[in-house]
DNA sequence: AGCCGCTTTGGAAACGTTTCCAATTTTGAT
DNA sequence: ATCAAAATTGGAAACGTTTCCAAAGCGGCT
């Protein structure tokens, strides 16, 4: 009695053949009130439940849906997540989670293993899309996939995947107008794994683009490595290197949040020594004192739509529009962005508009 | 050239039988060098990948872990998760999230689904261990589970369990005394989903136990329904309400800085008008002002714990050992927690002094 | 040449399900 | 009663894989 009932034991027990009992107990075809309450009663006894192994096999589907993210740790993709899966869920598919850790070579075998279960679609925040190996394993098995927070490149295995994602250039630009009103011009830009992510580069150049057209000082790229513990330190000798530097812009919220209490450790004022801006609009960012300035996104917008999209793509029907890229995103003016003191406003560019108000 | 090529027709293409081809590729059995580097021409040519779904119905087993928190929205279950994951992969498994969100239907729901997907091993947070249906569905089934911040119970659904958990009692007595040696006579205990969270019981009931112990007042429990928007609302109304309280323990970190918030919104600092601990030890608490007080726990290490356990009973080897319950937390004296102020500060029952400020 | 033992090979069964189809039973109308 | 139509039923194939087992190939030994 180790052995799990399948459904020939209970066709046996029920004096009936297979073929009836998978009949009755998936409400299909036709069968007489007789024989079914004894499919029933023999079901009920044994425990049965049905092995969707043996299902997906035979019906070439697995009704789940593989999804890959980076990392957990960083809420915007837990929120992705929990949102993909509750959409999911609701059209009776299934989540299979899988998370890179911003590893390349994760990230691909993550992928192969998922199409090899024969997910039926996939859901996928990528390292670099215009160089993602996994996307050319999705591509040749036409498995119907979504990119999120990953913008689908011209050429390279991203090209032509469906996404929905921010406008990371676009919000850039915001931010560094954000500095610019203030009156700031020396600005750095923190990123963390930088070459890890395709958003951390587009924000980046979308801010270096920004700047010059404001005619801001090129912003300095302060790139760190390590997320443990050594962070405050490897921040407090960058923000010691560049002391020109009043504002400094963040891939991402937490960044932004570890680069505010660096500040604080190191004796400066936020905003008043250094203003910070980061990126996500995570929910911590306004429990902090001074409030975070951000982008705010909204990634369980995200997780839902790819979901939809790529749900609709296995329905046969039609994708949801995705959003006009100039609405997925917004700048949340927070305490964190002000004006840079006198003492350390410095020339540069521009120096013509000094800062005038608060 | 619809169809993804399967072994048979690979065997085709390398002109052999698919017996050879399954060896080959496997790299088990005897072949010869010529066959061999037919097949994998073939292999190759045809971009073939192996259908997980025929391998598991064959060898009845999916190398597949399923797991269930109620949450990803709380980072302590995104790490769990996370390091869950991690260990998983280490092993050669791959991991099926669901997230209940606290719901006892989803979480039945979902452990049906996934033992139907024939998943070999379980890691679950279930709401109540007591009481829940899914743990029975595990049973029956016989596959190995391993609870996560559940206490399994002497009977009902989860008995007999193994689980990775926190000593939520032992805890709350810490908590306790951190209030009585600030001071604090007169508590609350706030909670989200009280009845969703057999976690939140245990730490009330730790902590009405520590409290009459100490000669504290019995702590007011505070208990909110929503989510969303309104808590700030609510926890000022409550605040009003119980104008005798100086102290709140919060089931959760989440909770514990939303009180903050709030209760700076109300005008009242933190400690000296309010002393608030939270419970976890999210990093989110170290970025505030002032640290949050709070019983820290090591998610990460339940999670690699739970899943070792079950990949060790999966493997047939002893689970590894389980640490001291007195080890699973530890009180982080933080600035959310200080003694209250002379107006406040009051004595024995509570009720004998009236508020006096604010 | 004959035989033994080793390597290599492929047919076939098995895993649990759905579904086609043909065979059987029931129903209803004449 | 007879017959056609409709309802019910179960055998068998199919999904993609692994593995058992028997057969075939082959080298070297007497």
């Known amino acids: 009695m180790l052995r799990r009932p399948t459904i020939k034991d209970v066709a046996q027990r029920a004096g009936c053949g297979i073929a009836t009992v998978s009949r009755v107990l998936n409400g299909q075809g036709s069968s007489s009130e007789q ?7 023999a ?38 997540v929990q949102a993909a899966q509750a959409e999911a869920n609701r059209a009776g598919y299934q989540l299979i989670l899988a998370c890179s850790d911003y590893d390349g070579g994760l990230e691909t075998k ?10 039926d679609g996939l859901i996928v925040t990528v390292g670099d ?6 996307l050319e394993l999705i591509r040749a098995k ?32 915001a931010v560094a107008e954000g500095f610019a009103r203030q009156g700031h011009s020396c600005t750095g830009f923190l990123a963390l794994e930088f070459g890890r992510s395709d958003r951390s580069r587009e924000r980046y150049e979308g801010f ?41 812009f963040a891939s991402n919220d937490y960044l932004a949040l570890a680069a505010m209490k660096a500040a604080r450790d190191l004796g400066m004022q936020v905003p008043a020594d250094l203003s910070i801006v980061g990126f996500d609009g995570i929910s911590t960012g ?73």
Chains 1, 2 share one sequence.
């Open 142 to 173: 036409r498995t119907p996939c979504c990119l999120v927070y990953n913008t689908p490149p011209d050429n390279g295995p991203g090209d032509g995947f469906a996404a929905w994602t921010v406008d990371n250039r676009g919000a850039a630009d």
């Open 286 to 358: 306004l429990m902090v004192e001074p409030n975070l300035s951000t982008v705010v996104t909204d990634p369980k917008a995200m997780g839902r739509g790819a979901a939809q999209t790529v749900l609709a793509r296995l329905a046969g029907l039609e994708p949801p529009g995705r959003p006009d890229p100039a609405h997925t995103f917004s700048f949340r003016q927070g305490g964190s962005l002000g004006p840079p003191s006198a003492g350390k406003s410095d020339g540069g560019e521009a120096a013509t508009s000094p800062p005038s108000n608060q």
């Open 110 to 119: 993550a992928i192969r293993t998922l199409l090899a279960k024969q997910v």
């Open 208 to 248: 270096v683009a920004a700047c010059a057209r404001l005619g801001m000082a090129h912003p300095v790229l302060l790139e760190i490595e390590e997320q443990e513990g050594r962070l405050l330190q490897l921040l407090g000798a960058m923000l010691a290197e560049h002391r020109g530097i009043t504002g400094i």
């Open 43 to 80: 079901a009920e006894a044994l425990g049965f439940e049905f092995n969707d192994l043996g299902r997906s096999l035979q019906s070439n589907s697995t009704r789940t849906i593989g999804c890959i993210v980076p990392s957990l740790a960083n809420p915007v993709f837990a929120e992705v």
């Open 35 to 41: 024989t079914r309450s004894k499919v029933l009663a």
């Open 129 to 134: 899309a215009r160089t993602s190996e996994g």
